[in-house]
């Protein structure tokens, strides 16, 4: 199977498994459910559930569990993704190509949204599915091990906490280490959550795979946000499918605006390397890492 073949039975999955797993729009609050379904459906990357699925491919992860968990990681991020847009944040219209939430519906809805989705990711993870379960033993194990990576890397020592160094430093002037700091959080937390769910979603892993993985993952979510800000100068909204050169504008800190255009290109090829090493203890049964790892890099949008 080819990369774009393997992606897109992955995002199929995903797609299919995020329409069971949130309500349905007839269900009663139906105008929440709608939008909430307005938020996550047809759009979005989907990095975060082929992280989670091309870590599982580790660990022998039924792939059920990695829905699951795939699911419960894009319903935090999209939650992360309405509240960033509403005017008290970023104050954003567009987003994925359509209109941000609160501008399709209103910011109470989308403050609701926001609050709903991320109740419905810990509810989505523990499921009743193969390889996780309400059951004792291992399974129980696992889907508690699930939720806790979760919850730490939305909370505050994770991805909240990231965004609100990022509010703080509006106008303000970062060190290249401070920004390191804040993308650590802010970003890099929920994709380093991504590969070690998918990696624990399986058999369990040894301390030498997470720790492996744990390089990985940094080396990633750093490239993520690094390319964001070279896209932030470089691209057009239409192909972002966000408002290009808002950053800039806001006064907010970026690699681009800290190091320059062209360090953040070496950087980024730099971090990829990086990734590409973590990698090496386990050979060809990571190429779909290796290959997301080039995704997040070379991407356009």
């Known amino acids: 199977m080819t990369f774009d ?3 897109r039975q992955v ?17 009663q609050p139906a105008p929440l459910h709608d939008a909430m379904r307005y938020a996550v459906l047809g759009g979005g990357k989907r990095v975060r559930p082929l992280l989670c699925h091309a870590a599982g491919e580790l660990t022998n992860a039924a792939p059920e569990a990695l829905d699951a968990a795939a699911c419960a990681l894009e319903m935090i991020h999209v939650y992360s993704l309405v509240h960033d847009d509403m005017p008290c944040m970023d104050d954003d219209d567009m987003r994925r190509g359509k209109p941000t939430v609160h501008v399709k519906y209103d910011e109470p809805t989308a403050l609701l949204v926001g609050d709903a989705l991320q109740s419905q990711a810990f509810v989505t993870l523990t499921s009743d599915v193969p390889g996780l379960g309400a059951g004792l033993g291992d399974s129980a194990q696992r889907q508690a091990s699930l939720v806790r990576e979760l919850a730490l890397a939305s909370g505050s020592i994770g991805m ?3 965004q609100a160094i990022d509010l703080a430093s509006v106008g303000h002037a970062l060190t290249r280490a401070e920004l390191e700091t804040m993308h650590r959080l802010k970003t890099g937390a929920l994709l380093r959550a991504a ?9 369990t892993p040894s301390a030498q795979t997470l720790a492996a ?10 490239a993520f946000q690094v390319v964001d800000d070279i896209l932030d100068v470089t691209a057009d909204s239409a192909t972002l499918g966000k408002t290009a050169g808002k950053d800039a504008k806001d006064g907010k800190p970026t690699y681009v605006s800290i190091i320059g255009l062209d360090a953040s290109r070496v950087l980024a090829q730099q971090l990829r390397a990086d990734a590409h090493a973590a990698l090496e203890p386990f050979g060809a049964r990571a190429q779909r890492l290796a290959e997301l790892a080039d995704l997040v890099v070379n991407r356009v949008s």
């Open 160 to 162: 909240a906490g990231g």
């Open 213 to 222: 993985l744990d390089k990985y993952a940094a080396a990633v979510g750093l």
């Open 5 to 7: 073949q393997w992606t």
């Open 195 to 203: 590969v070690r769910m998918g990696a624990l979603a399986g058999e």
């Open 11 to 27: 995002l199929d999955r995903v797609e299919s498994a995020l329409d069971h797993y949130l309500p349905a729009a007839d269900v």
